[in-house]
Structures are given as structure tokens and as C-alpha cells.
């Protein structure tokens, strides 16, 4: 969710595509529409619907809630005389404002709980865990089938010598002076406006830390490594990244844990390829089967083998359905295994068999039947 200070520049009915007088019902109804076609679930390692849908969701969390989308409406109109929505540095604003300091967060406050100055502010939040990303090479077996890797993750989370206050054993850290713990300082931006930033005393943590912590130097942060089971699902592409909530770096102070995001690369099969969620696989097809009809035998993924009829006059290069011997799809269920003819012309052949081939020859050649 953006800052308040965003809000006023945003245009949610535009972000959802509907007017701005728009029914509760339309609202809603774009937004199921958006957020399903943007899901991250339906758009796996698509990072631009994932950002979509972030922006849908935001939308939709203002305008589709009655008192906010009311509360959104009247600041969009104080500032829409404004080109981006914000009043010129150092111009007049509505109702005489020119020369006058005030803050933003004064006037969008009540969507928050509260303004800057109007109210307490809030502390400053735990950091979440941060991201990471990691590679992994698995077979084209384990890729149809799906397979649970174990992963070494190295990253920075909460120091084990100070639990993350990066003040030394023994000691605590002082709520900043400068402000109040709350993490944030108002700064003037040369315009109209009052800006909050993060303190520059303590860095937005709202705390100092005079005995610094000798593990991780008073960040309250440390390396660490650990290994974690990672289940990768059936039907997983080369290159594909996968994401995998909550298995990123642990936050601090109960702040939730970032995610990770796995890069997933397979291995090329000699015998198997793939066509979607179907199988592929060429098997050799005798020349007399090929003629007169016949039975071939073809691998699939699982190690067995599965027979299918040939009928007479098969050219080479036919491709044949095995229904349900393909790779796992999503939903549990399997695809096809499609099975590919090759004509097999033999390099050597018995005298028996040479006579065969030229009676067929001169019968083919003469018209004899």
C-alpha cells in the first residue's frame, strides 16, 4: 500500500477501469475481472502482472470501500486544480494557502488514522525479511513429476548475539531524541509543503544504539545460513522462477519473512521431449509393420512401457495418442504421451529376406499382383 502522500497523484478508477461515478457494483465487478486475468497464481514468473495486480488491489482497497472511496474523492478534488495533483513549490493553494507550511499527512490523515501533527505517529514498522533468489538444476523426470530439494539460503537476518536490538548483551538501545522513536523527521521541501523523511539521527529505526553489539556492529543484523525444503511442482519449464512465499530472510521483531524466488533450470532428456502438458517420444517402426499393420512398444516417463496398434500403410513420421502417459498437470491429472513412427529401413538383410524385398520390387514394378 503507497504512502498517503502517493494517493493524491494515483487515479484508482483509471487503474480499474471504470468512471468515476461509477456503482459499487461496477467497482467490484472490474476488479474480479482484473485481479483474476493479473493473478500471480495464473501468470507464474510474470513479474509485470504481479506488479498489475499489486495496483489492482490498491485500487480496489480505496474505491472499493465506501467511507475511503468518499474520504479518496475529497482529496482528489482539493488537488485537482494542480498539475500531478500537488500544488506548485511555493504557489498559493486552495483557499489562500500560498506561504503557509503545512503537511500533507494534516490533511490525509483521517484515511490513516491520524495525521502527522494532528495525531501520535506511528512507530516505525519491523523490517520484513528480505527477498532472495536461488538456483536449482533438477532432471526432466523430476520436472514432469514434480520433486521436493533441499536448498542452502544465505542471508541476512536477526543477530543471534543481540535478538536483532544490535545493542550489546547487557545493554538496550535509547529511543531517538530527534523523533521520538517515531522514525520519521519533517524537513521543509522549499514549496508549500512540510515532507517526512526517515529520522537522519537513527536512520528510521527510532532507536540509537550506543553500546553497538561486537557481532553485527549495532545493525541487528547477521549472515546466516540455513537449508530448507522446496517442493517444485509438476509441469515446471526450463528458466521458469518460482515463487515461494514466506521462505526469503526472517524480519525482525516478528515483521513477516521475505520471499524466495527459485530459478529453476532442466535437464535435456535423450529419449523424452514436450509439447505443453503432453509427452513426446519417437520410436522405429519395422518397414513390413509399416505395410501391413502392426503393434509398436514406447517408453514412458514412469520406467514402463505402453503398446499401440499400427495400422496398415502407416507413413513414416505419424504421430499416435497414449491418453494419460504424459507429464502431471496442475490439477493432479496427466497428459498424453505422443508417440512418434519412424520407419526402420534396414542396413543389412538374410537372403530370405532380399528375396522378399525384390519379389515386392518386380511385383510393384510389373503390376503383377
Known sequence: ?????????????????????????????????????????????????????????????????????????????????????????????????????FDLGDILGGIFGGGARGG??????????????SEATITFRQSVEGVTLPLRLTSDEPCANCHGTGARPGSVPKVCSKCQGSGMQTGASGGVFAMTEPCSQCRGRGLIVEHPCEVCSGSGRAPSSRTINVKVPAGVKDGQRIKIRG????????????????????????????????????????????????????????????????????????????????????????????????VEVPGEISDAQRAAVEAYREARVGGVA
Not at 33 to 40: E, F, G, S, T, V
Not at 120 to 132: I, V
Not at 266 to 279: Q, S, T, Y
Open 1 to 101: 500500500m503507497s504512502a498517503p502522500t502517493d494517493w493524491a497523484t494515483k487515479d484508482f478508477y483509471q487503474v480499474l477501469g471504470v468512471k468515476k461515478d461509477a456503482s459499487a457494483d461496477e467497482i467490484k465487478k472490474a476488479y474480479r475481472k482484473l485481479a483474476r486475468d493479473n493473478h500471480p497464481d495464473s501468470n507464474p514468473g510474470n513479474a509485470q502482472a504481479e506488479e498489475r495486480f499489486k495496483a489492482i488491489s490498491e485500487a480496489y482497497g480505496v474505491i472499493g470501500n465506501a467511507e475511503k472511496r468518499k474520504q479518496y474523492d475529497e482529496q482528489r478534488s482539493l488537488f485537482g486544480q494542480f498539475k500531478g495533483g500537488f500544488p506548485p513549490p511555493g504557489g498559493g493553494g486552495p483557499g489562500g494557502m500560498g506561504g503557509v507550511d
Open 247 to 342: 521462505k526469503g530472510g526472517k524480519g525482525d521483531s516478528g515483521a513477516p519473512a521475505g520471499d524466495l524466488f527459485l530459478v529453476v533450470h532442466v535437464e535435456g532428456d535423450e529419449r523424452f521431449g514436450r509439447k505443453g502438458d503432453d509427452l513426446t517420444v519417437t520410436v522405429p517402426l519395422p518397414f513390413d509393420d509399416a505395410v501391413l499393420g502392426g503393434e509398436v512398444t514406447a517408453p514412458t516417463i514412469d520406467g514402463s512401457t505402453v503398446k499401440l496398434k499400427v495400422p496398415a500403410g502407416t507413413p513414416n513420421g505419424r504421430t499416435f495418442r497414449a491418453r494419460g502417459k504424459g507429464g502431471t498437470k496442475r490439477d493432479g491429472s496427466r497428459g498424453d504421451l505422443l508417440v512418434t513412427v519412424e
Open 120 to 133: 501520535r505517529r506511528r512507530a516505525p514498522q519491523p523490517r520484513r525479511g528480505e527477498d532472495l533468489e
